[in-house]
């Protein structure tokens, strides 16, 4: 029997995912290569999901992304540290999850 309703799918959700895990492992490791790297897979992982947004029609999600790809860019990264980044880290990871639930696509035939 087959639904009459969309089937929908959320590309977001393991991009999102991945960020939030990396965000909420970043403050162990606050200089360095890891340091780094974590930077390179947030600002990549925002893109992705900035790009899913947009895929979705769901352009504020896309601004966030955006900024959130800016903030943590490896190439001229911004220097920030203290409590206030470390907040700023567990905010991101709250809307990297947030929007991997909620940005979702109607599944296309293949």
């Not at 393991?14 to 990396?22: C, H, S, T, Y």
């Not at 790297?37 to 979705?56: K, N």
């Not at 860019?73 to 999850?97: C, D, E, K």
């Amino acid at each position: 029997m087959t639904s009459s309703a969309p089937q929908m799918q959320r590309n977001a959700l393991a991009p999102g995912l991945l960020a939030a895990i990396a965000l909420f492992l970043s403050p162990l490791f606050t200089e360095g290569i890891v340091a780094t790297i974590i930077l390179f897979v947030v600002a990549i992982l925002a893109l992705i999901v900035a790009w899913f947004a947009l895929q979705a029609k769901q352009w504020w999600w896309t601004v966030v992304f955006v900024a959130v790809a800016v903030i943590w860019n490896p190439v001229y990264p911004f220097g920030f540290s203290g409590w206030v980044w470390t907040m700023a880290q567990f905010v991101a990871a709250l809307a990297f999850i947030t929007a991997g639930a909620l940005i979702k696509n109607e599944r296309q035939a293949v």
